[in-house]
């Protein structure tokens, strides 16, 4: 049974640090990993997929890394903004098109 | 393109109703899948429905329930409610590639229902 572990749970940094979130996953046989965020009782919003043969993803300020073999993934944020405070999950995909989640990172980037 | 939209966006029902939660995917997309969220346990795995069939289902009681329609639309219903079904309850919307396209199968999620059972 995959399980997702996401470390820190909770994370308060001023405006402009860059950022290291990291995950880690239990079964490596996956098709890709997405990071997704999510604001307060919002739904989901995928920010990077990185399909299992890649090492790393990017998208504007955000680079997400995978090395599947040692099931961990991390989620760089670059500069990081008021606005890219959130939750933020990342999600193996396996077997059965089925994602399984991690508790999350509760991110605050304070003014 | 149209996002995954869900309704009802609220739902409030008391112990012992029943209740039907509905989902329609992005265009083109036929796999439906369906989550709880709970503060206490995250977000789990309800099922997933492609081509109007059940393909996987998470380890929840059987009364939860889903259907798909041929026009990939996919309907959740919660039978005899419990005050622990109250939740957020999520659906995503994927293509479901196969072959070696699978490895691009990006799921996408609507805003979800939320529903509180008093």
């Known amino acids: 049974k995959q399980e997702v572990t996401q470390i820190p749970a909770a994370l308060s940094v001023p405006e402009g640090e860059n950022l290291v979130l990291n995950c880690s996953f239990t079964?490596?046989?996956?098709?890709?990993l997405q990071w997704f965020r999510q604001d307060p009782g919002k739904g989901l919003t995928s920010l990077l997929l990185?399909?299992?043969?890649?090492r790393e993803q990017t998208s504007g300020r955000l680079n997400a890394s995978l090395d599947k073999s040692s099931g961990r993934s991390t989620l760089y944020i670059a500069a990081s903004q008021p606005g890219d405070s959130a939750t933020y999950l990342c999600?193996?995909?396996?077997?059965?098109?089925?994602?399984?989640f991690g508790g999350g990172t509760r991110l605050m980037v304070k003014p | 393109k149209a996002g995954v939209t869900q309704t009802p966006r609220y739902l409030i029902k008391t112990r012992g109703q029943q209740v039907t939660l509905s989902c329609s995917p992005i265009?083109?997309?036929?796999?439906v899948s369906w989550y709880q969220q709970t503060p206490g346990q995250g977000l789990q795995f309800l099922f997933e429905?492609?081509?109007?069939?059940?393909?996987n289902k998470g380890n929840f009681p059987g009364r939860f329930s889903g259907r798909q329609f041929s026009n990939s639309r996919s309907e959740m219903n919660v039978s005899t409610l419990e005050l622990g079904d109250s939740a957020l309850y999520l659906c995503a919307s994927s293509p479901r590639l196969a072959g070696s396209q699978k490895f691009y199968n990006e799921q996408f999620f609507g805003p979800g229902t939320r529903l509180t059972v008093l």
């Open positions: 265009s083109g997309h036929r796999s």
């Open positions: 990185i399909q299992s043969s890649q």
């Open positions: 079964d490596s046989a996956i098709y890709n």
């Open positions: 429905y492609f081509s109007e069939t059940q393909r």
């Open positions: 999600s193996p995909l396996g077997a059965g098109n089925m994602l399984t």
